[in-house]
């Protein structure tokens, strides 16, 4: 079974994504993830304005070295997003999100083009959307947990920057796949939207 998650920053696909994997024993893809490292190297080597640069930097991506507590800062999710926006840096990791996919027993995974680039024809698809003031309250609890200073205003208008960068770029934008079910997160804590996201599942299965 093959469960496509997408949606935009902070709205819980990761999280939902973790459960359904470990609720049906399958593996999990956090493809961000991917994004960060190129980010993150092209930071560490002032690299992030050269498009050739951050394409070959994915091309060597080892991704037995992702380290996600190093990866998951507030810099790093930005310079993720603008190296997310060349065509040649997706190019470079498609092949090995479609082969992460492609094992036997299934897969899950998370990011903004899964249902509709990597996994067109993935089992169940979800969009896990809500407000971008609740997404920034969450990724502001987040960050202050992990220690990082900063202020809600600040997330806020990182997290719609972030949005309409993701969203209008040309190369694989964040946009619902036609055949996937929306799942807005807005009101519902954590327990609540898994058991939202299992019911998708299910019914997707059971209609298959
Ligand atoms: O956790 P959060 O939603 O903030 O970010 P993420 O899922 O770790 O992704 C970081 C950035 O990578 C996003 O803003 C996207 O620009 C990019 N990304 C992408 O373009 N395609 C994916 N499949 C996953 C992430």
């Given amino acids: 079974?093959?469960?496509?998650?997408?949606?935009?920053?902070?709205?819980?696909?990761?999280?939902?994504?973790?459960?359904?994997?470990?609720?049906?024993?399958?593996?999990?893809?956090?493809?961000?993830?991917?994004y960060r490292a190129v980010g993150a190297q092209c930071l560490a080597r002032g690299l992030l304005e050269d498009a050739a640069a951050s394409a070959?930097?994915?091309?060597?991506?080892?991704?037995?070295m992702l380290d996600p507590d190093a990866l998951r800062t507030a810099e790093i999710g930005e310079a993720a997003s603008r190296v997310a926006a060349r065509p040649d840096v997706r190019a470079?990791?498609?092949?090995?999100?479609?082969?992460?996919?492609?094992?036997?027993?299934?897969?899950?995974?998370?990011?903004?083009?899964?249902?509709?680039?990597?996994?067109p024809s993935a089992d169940a698809k979800l969009f896990v959307t809500a407000t971008p003031e609740v997404r920034a309250e969450r990724r502001f609890r987040e960050l202050q947990g992990r220690g990082e200073i900063t202020s809600f205003e600040a997330v806020l208008e990182d997290i719609r920057k972030r949005d309409a960068r993701d969203s209008g770029?040309?190369?694989?934008?964040?946009?619902?796949?036609?055949?996937?079910?929306?799942?807005?997160?807005?009101?519902?804590?954590?327990?609540?939207?898994?058991?939202?996201?299992?019911?998708?599942?299910?019914?997707?299965?059971?209609?298959?």
């Avoid at 920053?9 to 956090?30: C, E, I, Q």
């Avoid at 992460?100 to 998370?110: C, I, N, S, T, Y």
């Avoid at 799942?183 to 998708?200: N, S």
């Fill in 1 to 34: 079974m093959l469960i496509a998650i997408d949606g935009p920053a902070a709205s819980g696909k990761g999280t939902l994504a973790r459960r359904l994997a470990a609720h049906y024993r399958l593996p999990h893809l956090d493809t961000g993830l991917l």
């Fill in 92 to 119: 470079a990791l498609l092949d090995l999100q479609q082969r992460f996919a492609a094992q036997e027993r299934g897969a899950v995974l998370d990011g903004r083009d899964i249902g509709t680039v990597i996994c």
């Fill in 169 to 208: 770029r040309s190369a694989a934008p964040l946009t619902q796949a036609g055949d996937a079910t929306t799942l807005d997160t807005t009101a519902l804590g954590i327990e609540e939207a898994f058991a939202a996201a299992l019911a998708v599942v299910e019914k997707r299965l059971s209609s298959r």
């Fill in 56 to 64: 070959d930097i994915a091309r060597a991506l080892d991704t037995d």
